[in-house]
């Protein structure tokens, strides 16, 4: 079966950094719904299309193409008591943007006395990354799939 709108396409992948560092990598195959439905980068979407169980391929990608550029409006400095006593680096918390109604995953940076320093960027905004895969698994997505337009494991939702 080829990968196709409407198809389940499983696959194995690396990703790392221009160095060739390794950020992420499957231990199992993850799958998405191809066509455009946003659950994997459009360039690798792109390059996937229409082909078969087997192939492999490997993609250098920049920011704009991934998670972004590096935004440093996504840095904000609370008071320090706005957070738990426990509040430790390397926490997340959901909070709004300044300005803006989206909720944002933050990561506590930085902890002084008096304040918390939190991030919102992707770990990986503003890096050049290579995306390299092997397609393990191309089935039709059933109806409920593409009316949710992700992906379920069979025993209900994959959120």
Do not use: W
């Not at 082909?51 to 996504?74: A, Q, R």
């Not at 680096?89 to 918390?116: C, P, Q, R, W």
């Not at 393990?136 to 949710?148: P, Q």
């Amino acid at each position: 079966m080829r990968v196709e709108k409407n198809t389940i396409v499983s696959l194995n992948y690396e990703l790392s950094d221009t160095e060739g560092n390794i950020l992420e990598k499957t231990e199992t195959p993850i799958s998405y719904l191809h066509g455009g439905y946003g659950g994997i980068f459009p360039l690798v979407e792109e390059k996937l299309h229409e082909k078969e169980v087997g192939y492999h391929c490997s993609i250098s990608m920049e920011p704009e193409d991934t998670f972004g550029e590096y935004d440093s409006e996504l840095i904000r400095v609370e008071p320090r008591d706005a957070f738990p006593d426990n509040v430790s680096v390397g926490m997340h918390f959901e909070g709004g943007a300044e300005n803006s109604d989206d909720v944002l995953i933050y990561k506590v940076t930085d902890i002084t006395d008096d304040t918390v320093i939190v991030d919102a960027n992707h770990p990986f905004a503003g890096m050049s990354l290579n995306f390299s895969c092997t397609i393990t698994d191309v089935r039709s997505a059933t109806a409920e799939e593409i009316l949710h337009q992700h992906v379920h494991d069979g025993h209900g939702h994959t959120h």
